[in-house]
């Protein structure tokens, strides 16, 4: 399993920079200044799209955090295909000038991944991560990409254990998330809010053996 130790900008951002720098290097040579300068522009701002800040993960055990950075557009009752189960669909849109980097919702063990090639009825590439908490909480991350570069690095596998808000991949110009949750959740957002990758806390988990603990730490 990759470390959670990442330098600013994301560690796959550096062959797009690499190629870049190189042709300023050329350009200078053998283009002029104008070309040069130009190309510079350019690399800073494959660099600023490809930022990967650290982040600063919640300390709250049943919490749900949001796996990318983006704005919730849709918070539904829905049938979750995968699980066959009624849950809570909330759905998070990136920005092209989001933070790239996907992170683990919660902490848990991975139990399946799916991915489907785009068709002549869908032109999206789908990924479907399927985590499960110790306490059983079932939660699937589906992942639309954009149509830009369909393009995607995952850094879990099935029967990996992963921790809340551990970077676990990344969306090359992003897309399309909806997160799955629970139906018994307590979803913590609302559509037009943005929230942050591995910080925002998208909901809790219920579990009516935390609420008679604190019901009785109360008393």
Not at 95 to 106: A, E, G, K, Q
Not at 123 to 138: M, P, T, V
Request: glycine share 6%; with cysteine; proline share 5%.
């Amino acid at each position: 399993m990759p470390s959670n130790r990442y330098p600013f900008i994301a560690q796959e951002a550096w062959p797009f920079l690499l190629v870049v720098l190189g042709m300023a290097v050329l350009a200078q040579f053998f283009l002029g200044y104008i070309a040069f300068v130009l190309l510079l522009i350019i690399l800073l701002l494959f660099a600023y799209l490809f930022r990967d800040p650290s982040r600063a993960v919640p300390s709250e055990p049943l919490a749900v955090v949001s796996p990318i950075h983006g704005v919730v557009t849709l918070i539904e009752e829905a049938e979750d295909i995968r699980l066959h189960a009624k849950t809570i669909r909330v759905q998070i849109t990136m920005r092209l000038y989001d933070i790239y980097s996907l992170r683990s919702p919660m902490e848990g063990k991975v139990v399946e991944q799916w991915c489907s090639a785009p068709d002549k009825h869908e032109s999206h590439r789908h990924i479907d991560l399927h985590i499960r908490s110790d306490e059983g909480d079932n939660i699937v991350t589906a992942i639309r990409l954009r149509d830009i570069v369909r393009k995607f690095h995952l850094y879990m596998y099935s029967g990996e254990r992963v921790g809340q808000g551990q970077r676990c991949g990344y969306l090359y110009f992003g897309g399309v998330v909806d997160v799955f949750l629970p139906l018994e959740s307590k979803v913590r957002v609302e559509v037009g809010q943005y929230v942050q990758s591995g910080s925002t806390v998208l909901a809790n988990l219920i579990h009516s053996e935390a609420a008679s603990v604190i019901q009785t730490k109360e008393s």
